[in-house]
């Protein structure tokens, strides 16, 4: 198949590493479903730039913890495009409430950053017939890794990594499931850093810098385009896991 009829879905493209894959995987000349939950105006600026590189781009709004609004996104993605070849899974929250015994904050960012995915899969599936998923996970993800303040947080990542991996040995072959798992990336989950907050917080990373939302998007472009692949969690993270070990 041509490359350039390829469709792609993105969840939570209005912003950051979304924002940045759903451009790279225009500039590879996928169609691009731009997924968001609240910023039309960043998606539609996104569908804008997606626009310049290739053509079928759509912005769709909706809140992907919600499986009424994920059945729609799907009703509305087939009127343009009869099947999906990726899907990156890659909206989520942070929670600032987030602790070791909040049953809240576990309930919230499970439901937005874990359930939200697997619904999403659970419709996409019903279209997708060969291609790829691409689950966007955390160095928080790890055994070991995370901080006890950010518990719900690192539990959900690793919860993500290992259905990953469960759902890559269903799916394959022909359709190969992987993750990305991101260091310190310069997005709007950490608020607005100024450099020296950058700086300060680039230090964990044996490259001494925060990662840039396009190199994540880059590792996506490389699972979205190689068909040797398979249950693999990609580190992005600069070296982050690495300096902890001493
Ligand atoms: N930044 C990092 O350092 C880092 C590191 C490791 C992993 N990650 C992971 O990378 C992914 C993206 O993070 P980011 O840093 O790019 O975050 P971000 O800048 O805060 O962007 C989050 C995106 O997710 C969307 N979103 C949130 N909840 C949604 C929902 N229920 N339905 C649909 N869209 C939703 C937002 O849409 P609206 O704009 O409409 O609200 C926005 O587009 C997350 O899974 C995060 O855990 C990030």
Redesign the pocket.
Known sequence: MNLKNKVALV??????????TAIALAKEGYSVVI??????Q??REVLNLCNSYSQGNIVV??????EA?VINLFRTIKKTHPTLHVLV??????DEQDGTTNTRAFENIFR??FL?HIIVIKHALRTMKRGKIIN?????GKSGYGRPENAA?SSQ?AALENYTVNLAKQLAPKILVNAV??????????GKLNSHQQKKLGEAHLIKR??K?EE?ANAVIFLATNDAVCGEILSVDGGYMLGKIS
Do not use: C, L
């Not at 969840?11 to 940045?20: P, V, Y």
């Not at 709004?61 to 919600?66: C, G, N, T, Y």
């Not at 966007?136 to 928080?140: A, L, N, T």
């Open positions: 969840t939570g493209a209005s912003r950051g590493i979304g924002k940045a997924n968001y939950k609240n910023n039309a960043e998606a709004q909706a809140d992907i913890s919600k609004a899974n890659n909206a989520g929250i942070f937005h950053n939200s966007i996970s955390s160095v928080h947080y990542k798992a991101p260091g310190r990336t310069v997005t709007s989950m950490w925060m990662i939302p994540i």
